[in-house]
């Protein structure tokens, strides 16, 4: 499972088309001063502050060490086996080394790999110009942990010649003329090969060293202060642009997620799990090849002036569809973001009347920091504009309410006031910290917007807001939670630390060290179990096709486990029991064998199983073809 994590980070890691990770030039020099420093801060923080406590041991380092690996090359088709064995007999010294502040061990797997990628380099262009049978019966990995490295020379010829292969097909896919594509990939490996040589060893390290903080747990990471320069400005562009966010998934931008009301959301034809071949601006600019790009000059490609069109070749995650689109670049309004309520009448009350059922979206748990800090009576926060819905459906007298958090991320404390809306008082999460204390937060706020029955709708994809809401209510029983199945368990908070305040506290401040992202605490539901790993699993699952796709902490490698703490002290208000859920379930099994949609979803979630348990994808084409013209569509594999 070491590939998956690199597989789903959003940012951080560089994946090239040929298994090159984060490229850094071709002879970097011998670490300096400066490069002890931070790895030795690096490494203080994770042993000093990191949630688990867990000493720089063997077991961490053999985990860095496999990590880095994977990051470098994660198809395995740069190192051969013979390298790796002798990368491995090291393992056990990292740790030692790294205590050091000693770096050198990076460098050296690096140029071992700048060795390899150069004497591949005639091999490539020899398979580009070969004939390539795509009637052939053939198969390829389906994904890097299925790989294995090459053993000898036509070992490594193979596996090139299959991807060579893929990488044709999948152009082939967008409608890309052979003569075409031939020349889009020759372009695509040397740009490649060019990035390796104008990058700095600085990204080197940087990898190395996230590397090494993933071992600890997959969202602890070092930030180099060019990385942190990016990430800045991410956050204030992070409402401009087409309104989907992207991650490197072996070699190629792939979309994560689709933000409501921005562009593509609009626009319905991009989709989570597309892959993107090409970008080219306006109604008629140029297609870029964008096989193999780092994400960050992707995304600056596909970003453009408000107003303006951009153009995407691309691909679905399996390979067996391609499209062109055009979307118009336009800045997220703020409104897409807001809570709202509507009332739907359905069904009929043993008096004849029709049910009211009030439905409140939460797409986002935002509040307004500055308003908060000045302590301004009204400003801005979901859990106010959910009070404010509470009350006019009140008054309009609905009998049930339905809460939607499918969508939620922001700040930790809005969840917790949104569950106050609910509860008179009480605890509504715990965190524990690394020294073992349990802090609990909750709602203070004697009374509640609503007593009547209450619906909390979550998903898989739903993480840390969402599942204290969830969780919470769940424990106190206060409401009947729904969704497609355990939600996606990420129940750790991190902090981004400066390191140079760290390297050197009590001295003037050295600049441009980085920061470290250290996860410090463990959060906890109201009963004392973790969100963490298990997230929250609903009282009712109704199935949905998105669900294929999410990717859930379980997932990822070395991720903090789940465990428990002692229940915080709340009454359990027995709204929801288990006669209603076993009533509910019996429903939910007439409806999975009368409803046609539902028999589309378990039919789509049945194939995706097949297919994710392959250890190969067909590159076949005309299989391909033929499963087109059936109308077949499967998910693809993580």
């Known amino acids: 499972m070491v590939a998956r994590s690199c597989r789903f980070a959003a940012v951080s890691v560089l994946v090239v088309a040929w298994g090159l990770c984060t490229a850094v030039q071709a002879d970097p020099d011998d670490p300096d001063r400066r490069t002890q420093q931070i790895t030795s801060g690096v490494v203080s923080l994770l042993a000093k502050e990191h949630l688990s406590q867990r000493p720089l041991d063997d077991e961490i380092s053999m985990r860095c060490l496999r990590t880095f690996l994977d990051r470098l090359d994660p198809w395995k088709l740069t190192f051969s086996q013979s390298d790796v064995d002798g990368f491995m007999r090291q393992q056990n010294n990292l740790d030692d080394q790294l205590r050091q502040g000693d770096a050198r061990f990076a460098f050296a797997v690096f140029k071992t790999l700048v060795k390899r990628i150069k004497g591949q380099a005639g091999l490539r262009d020899e398979l580009l110009a070969g004939e390539h049978d795509f009637s052939l019966d053939e198969q390829t990995v389906a994904e890097p942990d299925s790989a294995r490295y090459a053993r000898d020379e036509s070992?490594?010829?193979?596996?090139?010649?299959?991807?060579?292969?893929?990488?044709?097909?999948?152009?082939?896919?967008?409608?890309?003329?052979?003569?075409?594509?031939?020349k889009r990939l020759t372009a695509r490996y040397r740009r490649i090969a060019d990035e390796v040589r104008r990058t700095d060893d600085e990204e080197l390290l940087e990898m190395y060293l996230t590397s090494l903080a993933a071992a600890y747990d997959p969202h602890s990471a070092y930030l180099?202060?060019?990385?942190?320069?990016?990430?800045?400005?991410?956050?204030?562009?992070d409402r401009e642009g087409i309104g989907a966010g992207l991650a490197n998934e072996n070699g190629y931008a792939v979309v994560r997620w689709i933000i409501r009301g921005g562009a593509a959301d609009e626009n319905g034809r991009l989709a989570v799990g597309d892959k993107i071949l090409g970008v080219g601006q306006g109604a008629s600019g140029e297609i870029e090849d964008v096989g193999g790009m780092k994400l960050i000059q992707v995304v600056a490609l596909i970003r453009g002036k408000r107003g303006t069109a951009v153009r995407m070749e691309v691909v679905a995650?399996?390979?067996?569809?391609?499209?062109?689109?055009?979307?118009?670049?336009?800045?997220?309004?703020?409104?897409?973001?807001?809570?709202?309520?509507?009332?739907?009448?359905?069904?009929?009350?043993?008096?004849?009347?029709?049910?009211?059922?009030?439905?409140?979206?939460?797409?986002?748990?935002y509040m307004d920091m500055n308003g908060a800090r000045q302590k301004q009576a009204d400003y801005k926060c979901a859990s106010r504009d959910v009070r404010n819905i509470l009350e006019d459906f009140g008054k309009k007298e609905v009998d049930a309410v339905v809460l939607d958090v499918r969508h939620g991320s922001g700040s930790l404390t809005e969840p917790i006031k949104i569950v106050g809306l609910f509860i008179d008082r009480g605890p509504v999460v715990q965190a524990k910290s690394a020294d073992g204390k349990v802090q609990s937060y909750g709602d203070e706020d004697p009374g509640t917007a609503w007593d009547g029955p209450l619906v909390v709708l979550t998903a898989r994809s739903n993480s840390m807001c969402s599942e204290i809401l969830a969780g919470a209510l769940q424990d106190y029983r206060r409401g009947l939670v729904v969704g497609d199945g355990p939600t996606h368990g990420k129940g750790t908070v991190q902090s981004l630390m400066d390191l140079a305040a760290y390297v050197s506290p009590g001295q003037r401040p050295r600049p441009g060290l980085g920061a470290v992202k250290i996860t410090l605490q463990q959060l906890y539901r109201p009963g004392g179990d973790s969100t963490q790993y298990r997230g929250v699993l609903p009282d009712v699952i109704l199935p949905s096709s998105p669900a294929v796709f999410a990717v859930r902490e379980a997932d990822l490698d070395y991720a903090m486990p789940f465990d428990r703490v002692k229940s915080a002290e709340f009454e359990r208000l027995e709204?929801?029991?288990?006669?209603?859920r076993r009533l509910l379930k019996e429903s939910l099994a007439r409806r999975r064998r009368e409803a046609t949609y539902l028999q589309e979803v378990l039919a789509i979630t049945a194939d995706y199983v097949l297919l994710d348990q392959s250890s190969a994808l067909s590159e076949n084409e005309c299989r391909i073809a033929r499963d087109w013209a059936m109308g077949r569509t499967r998910p693809p594999p993580r």
């Open 155 to 182: 070992h490594c010829r193979e596996k090139w010649r299959q991807r060579v292969k893929y990488d044709l097909l999948l152009l082939k896919a967008v409608g890309i003329e052979p003569s075409e594509a031939l």
């Open 224 to 237: 180099s202060e060019e990385t942190m320069s990016q990430f800045r400005t991410t956050i204030t562009l």
């Open 317 to 365: 995650a399996d390979g067996r569809q391609g499209k062109t689109l055009t979307i118009m670049w336009r800045r997220i309004e703020l409104k897409h973001k807001q809570v709202t309520g509507k009332i739907h009448q359905t069904g009929r009350k043993p008096d004849g009347k029709p049910c009211k059922i009030g439905v409140i979206d939460v797409p986002d748990f």
């Open 575 to 580: 709204e929801v029991d288990d006669e209603v």
